[in-house]
């Protein structure tokens, strides 16, 4: 069944130091793709002085990158079941580092729309792959707590974020942000290289090419008109022609998954209602990330006069408390199951969304404080508990492609909701509007997981 493998598999197995390495490497990967997604926020104002951009277009500098690497993870995913981890991994990390460096020297919007795009097809290759190889080095009884330190760690980064962005933007040039890249890149892919090794790939499942020329123009397409539809006008022929032809292509897609034995993504697997709610709640959660950070550093760099490094530092107590209650979620979830801890994120993530709502309303900086602070405390609980129960519900050769699905659903909870936050904006001009919607949406998920989520199966022992 493996004969295309060429080198024998090994496994990083609980007493093997190595473990360790692996997991601070890919710690510190997350935690550069997720600095990617914020770092950016702090800088948008300044960026779009220097290049000239509509606050439109310097949304899409952030939205580009979410909508590649949310377009492409479940591919990268599937691709690493079929050609083994280590070599697509080292791909994603050489274009990631290559981007990133041309990013900084971008003398145009397009120019550095251009080198966005290309990190998100870096960061789609590395994203999931950094999960499987995580998962894959440690014993069932520590995966918990695996998962909590590798979110920890990413945290830390995307705690200095905002900070970061901020600092370089303030004192260097906000073209800093993108140069930090590509020396923590090369320490990554040095380690991973050192200690890794792909277990068993399956290279004769092949590789759904139809599904990927779907999905990827039909995100494209629709995303383009949610975020476009406010500026240009609904009934404008590009708008509608786009809208349409997203929900056209993006039907289709499932359609075409279904009927297949290798899918790009396995649409069946959503039929089990408890791996549907997994990833609902993913996505919830980084749609609420994205408002927070962008349009919550937007807001106070416009709305309360707050400079690049004050807003920067005012973002803080969201990631801040993360940085200590991530390894709790794992241990948590290690103890108690993935059900409980997922619900009481999402509800205290809902919570705190309201919290932010209303001190925007009211015009009471102490309650957005409260609300992220609240945020920073559960937000673990929203990534651990769930992303274990999905890699539970698949056999091992197919961590993969579950991987890859429940990076494209997080990735997507961003994409859509920076496009539906900016359509809100567009129409409203109040960010109060925008943290509102995003409050009931989070709401609406939270009513469904109560009803759907389940206890995650062992793990390596469900169907496909």
């Known amino acids: ?88 991994l080292s791909a994603g990390l050489l274009i990631f580092g290559v981007s990133s460096a041309l990013g900084g020297f971008a003398d145009s919007g397009l120019a550095l729309l251009i080198a966005r ?80 090794r792909d277990p068993p790939h399956l290279p004769e499942l092949g590789f759904d090419w139809k599904g990927l020329l779907l999905l990827v123009p039909g995100l494209a397409a629709l995303v383009f008109a949610i975020m476009e539809g406010p500026d240009r006008g609904w009934n404008q022929p590009e708008v509608l022609v786009a809208s349409l032809a997203g929900l056209a292509a993006l039907g289709l897609f499932v359609r075409v998954e279904r009927g297949r034995t290798t899918p790009l993504i396995a649409v069946s697997l959503f039929s089990n209602p408890g791996f549907a709610a997994a990833n609902m709640i993913l996505f919830t959660a980084q749609f609420g ?62 919570c705190a969304i309201g919290l932010v709502t209303l001190g925007m309303h009211l015009g009471i900086t102490a309650l957005i404080y409260l609300g992220y602070v609240l945020w920073g405390c559960c937000v673990p609980f929203l990534f651990v508990p769930p992303r274990r ?11 993969g492609q579950a991987s890859g699905i429940s990076m494209t659903f997080q990735l997507l909870g961003g994409t859509v909701g920076m496009a539906l936050g900016s359509s809100v904006y567009a129409i409203t001009s109040s960010y109060t509007w925008v943290f509102c919607f995003v409050a009931v949406f989070a709401a609406c998920v939270l009513a469904y997981s109560f009803a759907s989520l389940t206890e995650a199966k062992t793990p390596d022992r469900a169907t496909k």
Not at 121 to 138: D, E, T
Not at 174 to 192: E, G, K, M, S, Y
Request: glycine share 10%; with cysteine; aromatic share 10%.
């Open 117 to 196: 795009a290309v990190q998100g097809i870096g960061a789609a290759l590395i994203f999931p792959l950094s999960l499987v190889v995580l998962i894959q080095s440690f014993d069932e009884n520590e995966r918990g707590l695996a998962l909590g330190l590798y979110g920890g760690i990413g945290t830390v980064f995307l705690s200095m974020g905002p900070l970061v962005g901020g600092v370089l933007t303030e004192y260097l040039s906000w073209r800093w942000i993108f140069w930090v890249n590509p020396p923590i890149v090369l320490a990554v892919a040095a380690i991973a290289w050192t200690f890794w």
């Open 389 to 399: 129960a999905i890699m539970s519900a698949v056999p091992q050769e197919l961590h």
């Open 1 to 88: 069944m493996n004969s295309g493998q060429t080198e024998p598999p090994t496994r990083t197995k609980a007493q093997d130091h190595s473990r360790w390495w692996i997991l601070g490497a890919m710690g510190a990967i997350l935690g550069v793709i997720l600095l990617d997604e914020t770092v950016v926020s702090v800088a948008l104002p300044t960026i779009r002085d220097d290049l000239n951009l509509s606050p439109l277009d310097a949304h899409w500098v952030v939205n580009i990158y979410l909508l590649v690497l949310a377009c492409f993870a479940g591919a990268a995913g599937r691709l690493g079941d079929i050609l083994g981890v280590r070599v697509l």
């Open 289 to 350: 990330k994205i408002a927070l950070f962008v349009f919550g550093a937007s807001y106070f760099q416009t709305k309360l006069g707050y400079a690049p490094l004050a807003a920067g530092a005012a973002l803080l107590p969201i990631a801040f408390p993360q940085v200590f209650v991530a390894p709790v979620a794992g241990k948590v979830a290690d103890k108690f199951g993935t059900r409980r801890p997922s619900l009481t994120g999402t509800a205290l993530g809902t």
